[in-house]
């Protein structure tokens, strides 16, 4: 379980097909002070398991069907990667909850600077469009996220100076791809409430919502 709230943005080391997989490795500095072997990371908002590390990087393997549900396999040699150590008890919750089980590939729109901020357009698979609301949390590349508007299939959301310095979103330009999670609490009450025939408010009182 991560938060969105990106540590520290790494660099992509390299890239190597082993098995119907790839290993990912990342260079990185502050996240390696507490690293062990089978940690969770949460790379560009992947969770991946953490496979060797040295003094400078950690390597990471991406399964086959990873690799064809997300923006990893778009990366290239030296780009920058958003990192997340997994969330530990007791830890200061300063996002909202999220897996690192992208749902989908999404696509950037534009890029417009206002200010010291930055509005970003991002078109998302229409099948993840139930489960986003105006002012709800969405993840981009692991990054944690409020949603301002949604007009069709394209959601508008912010980055605020922090965001930009600190995450790899920065970087991004139109039509670059960006890995999306929805909300897991408006993911779990949408599951809900497809399964259930003749709701009413009386049995969403006594389900308790």
């Known amino acids: 379980m991560f938060t969105g709230i990106v540590k520290e943005t790494g660099i992509l080391e390299n890239i190597v097909k082993k098995g119907r997989g790839s290993e990912i490795t990342v260079k990185c500095k502050k996240i390696l002070k507490e690293i062990k072997l089978g940690d969770s990371i949460s790379v560009d908002g992947v969770c991946l398991t953490v496979s060797s590390f040295t003094k400078y990087s950690f390597s990471a393997y991406a399964s086959e069907e990873t690799l064809k549900r997300t923006a990893l396999n778009s990366l290239k040699k030296g780009c920058y990667v958003n990192l997340e150590p997994a969330l530990k008890p007791g830890d200061f919750l300063g996002g909202h909850f999220v897996q690192g089980h992208i749902e989908g590939i999404g696509r950037i729109v534009s ?99």
């Open 111 to 209: 890029v417009e600077r206002k200010g010291d901020e930055a509005e970003v357009k991002i078109k998302i698979p229409e099948e993840l469009l139930k489960n986003v609301i105006p002012k709800g949390s969405i993840a981009i590349s692991g990054v944690s996220l409020t949603v301002s508007r949604i007009e069709g299939d394209i959601i508008t959301v912010f980055l605020v100076p922090q965001t930009l310095k600190s995450t790899n979103l920065n970087n991004l330009g139109k039509d670059a791809p960006v890995n999306i999670e929805t909300d897991i609490i408006c993911r779990t009450v949408v599951s809900f409430l497809e399964k259930k025939d003749n709701l009413s408010i009386k049995k969403l009182i006594e389900e308790g919502y």
